[in-house]
């Protein structure tokens, strides 16, 4: 005698989230009746933790991300990176596709490097030209640094750092000891 057992996964309800963050919005399924309404993504990330009775310290344990961080993108006081939209999806069991509101790291460093290399030069009051010829390279490459179509290498990183009498994070715009105190968390 054979029993056959089925389960059709088609019959769960399934409710329209609406989610706004930085002028864009996106409209994913959910499976709470509680996600499906219309939210910033902040507020969305604090509702699915609250949902699912989980609490910031729960979630810094299983996506191994910085407490401080979690408590700043629920409060809308931090962008909110696409590498933590995807661990938190995954891990909520919500649509991949949520990372697609959360800001892609690499490129607002980007951003940062490119207006730092801006204020140093315009702040010495120096030529593109001679600061490209003190880096041994083409203004044109320099140029290029400035307006965000090459990157940079560590070398000409170094010199640039050199040339300011800075390091290397301050060129790049990041604040070391801010970082150092969020990883000790």
């Not at 989230?17 to 864009?24: E, F, Q, V, W």
């Not at 919005?25 to 949902?51: N, Y």
């Not at 909520?92 to 460093?109: A, D, R, V």
Request: aromatic share 10%; with cysteine.
């Amino acid at each position: 005698m054979k029993i056959i057992v089925s389960f059709c996964l088609g019959d769960t309800m399934r409710y329209d989230a609406l989610i706004k963050y930085k002028g864009n919005e996106l409209k994913i399924k959910v499976q709470q009746k509680a996600l499906g309404s219309t939210f910033t993504l902040p507020d969305f990330i604090k509702t699915v933790r609250l949902e699912n009775n989980k609490t910031i310290e729960y979630v810094h344990f299983v996506l191994d991300w910085p407490t401080k961080d979690i408590c700043d993108y629920e409060e809308g006081a931090q962008d909110i990176p696409q590498k933590f939209l995807s661990l938190f999806a995954y891990h909520f069991h919500l649509p991949q596709k949520l990372k697609h509101l959360g800001i892609i790291e690499e490129q607002e460093n980007k951003k940062k490097l490119i207006a730092r290399l801006k204020q140093l030069r315009l702040e010495n009051e120096t030529p593109q030209v001679i600061v490209a010829a003190e880096l041994g390279i083409a203004r044109s490459t320099y140029a290029c640094y400035e307006a965000g179509k090459n990157d940079p290498d560590i070398y000409i990183l170094w010199k640039l750092a050199d040339i300011y009498g800075i390091s290397l994070d301050s060129l790049v715009g990041r604040d070391y000891k801010e970082k150092e105190k969020q990883l000790d968390e």
